[in-house]
């Protein structure tokens, strides 16, 4: 199973703001620089994030990105879930759709297995996901020089 780009760039984003100094105040562009991600997608996360209530977007003069309480107790397997739906991971439903899509044992098989993958991420925090070595790769992140 692989994540899509937005929840990799969601769970990016939440780990650089898991470990934001005290009164730092990371921009959206900012974010989508240290995370060599593109700034329209870094707005979709965030927005998709703010929704969720995992992070706070304030705006204006020392506005900035904050990762909510909420956000920071969150586990990895509940953010997931929001963020990659319930939908099939095969096409069952695709144009055209599966001819076996009323009566596939395939298609609850694989149903099961996304349930125990993200069981298995619900056992993960964010706070945890933080700790040695990664709180020291993301402290390290910088924005990449303008015009580059
Ligand atoms: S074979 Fe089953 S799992 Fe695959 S697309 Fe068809 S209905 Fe879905």
């Given at each position: 199973m692989r994540l899509t780009a937005f929840t990799d760039v969601s769970l990016r984003l939440v780990m650089r703001l898991a470990v934001a100094?005290?009164?730092?105040?990371?921009?959206?562009?900012?974010?989508s620089g240290m995370l060599s991600v593109p700034y329209t997608?870094?707005?979709?996360?965030v927005a998709r994030l703010s929704d969720l209530g995992i992070v706070e977007a304030r705006r204006g003069r020392g506005g900035g990105l904050l990762?909510?309480?909420a956000g920071r107790a969150s586990s990895v397997?509940?953010?997931?879930?929001?963020?990659?739906?319930?939908g099939d991971l095969a096409g069952c439903e695709d144009d055209p759709p599966c001819?076996?899509?009323?009566?596939?044992?395939l298609r609850g098989a694989l149903a099961q297995a996304r349930e125990a993958f993200y069981a298995s991420l619900d056992q993960v925090t964010v706070a945890s996901?933080?700790?040695?070595?990664?709180?020291?790769?993301?402290?390290?992140?910088?924005?990449p020089p303008a015009g580059t």
């Open positions: 100094e005290e009164g730092e105040r990371l921009t959206t562009r900012a974010a997608h870094m707005a979709k996360a990762l909510t309480e397997g509940a953010i997931v879930r929001e963020l990659e739906g319930d001819p076996l899509r009323e009566a596939c044992r996901l933080v700790e040695s070595p990664t709180r020291r790769a993301l402290t390290l992140l910088r924005e």
